[in-house]
């Protein structure tokens, strides 16, 4: 019923989403009000209190995309250990029996929590290089320095993922 490619884009899922729970968590560690902890000189290109609030949200909202994520992708694969074990002969009502069509939405699920999760956590990088550089609206030639490979790197990378859950989808 199932391929190695679905096992395959369930465990990529559920290794990214693991190494960027741990971008998160590091990233939740860090104080972004401690003064000290800044490359800022002109104060005029400090960011506002809200800045550092929409760090912490985003870090928030990204750990639950990639939680959310993470879940159905465990979920999915011990589905499939279960339909595939030799000893299982479910009854002929058994609901979680796992189709070809709830593996790919599964997946499907999956993946997208892993983008938003990834489309969050930059922006919390983004809210960091501000908070450590100096504001975008300020015109920092550090902060857009960190800032333009971030925005350009992270949404190409996304398309390459994309388009692998999306071939995994369709098999």
């Not at 609030?53 to 939680?67: G, Q």
């Not at 929590?113 to 300020?138: E, H, P």
Request: hydrophobic share 50%; charged share 10%; aromatic share 8%.
């Amino acid at each position: 019923m199932t391929s190695s490619i679905h096992i395959s884009a369930l465990d990529g899922i559920v290794n990214v989403n693991s190494l960027f729970t741990l971008a998160v968590f590091i990233g939740l560690a860090w104080n972004p009000t401690d003064p000290a902890n800044t490359l800022i000189r002109d104060q005029t290109c400090a960011p506002e209190p809200s800045v550092a609030e929409n760090l912490v949200a985003f870090h928030v909202y990204s750990f639950s995309s990639f939680l959310f994520s993470s879940l159905i992708a465990v979920g999915l694969k011990q589905a499939i250990r279960i339909s595939r074990s030799p000893t299982y002969h479910p009854p002929a009502d058994f609901l979680a029996q796992i189709n070809r069509s709830v593996l790919r939405i599964g997946i499907l699920v999956s993946g997208v929590g892993s983008v938003s999760g990834c489309g969050f956590l930059t922006l919390a990088l983004v809210n960091v290089v501000q908070i450590k550089l100096g504001t975008l609206a300020c015109g920092s030639s550090a902060s857009y320095g960190a800032v333009v490979p971030l925005v350009i790197l992270v949404p190409v990378g996304l398309l390459l993922y994309i388009s692998m859950v999306l071939y995994a989808f369709t098999r």
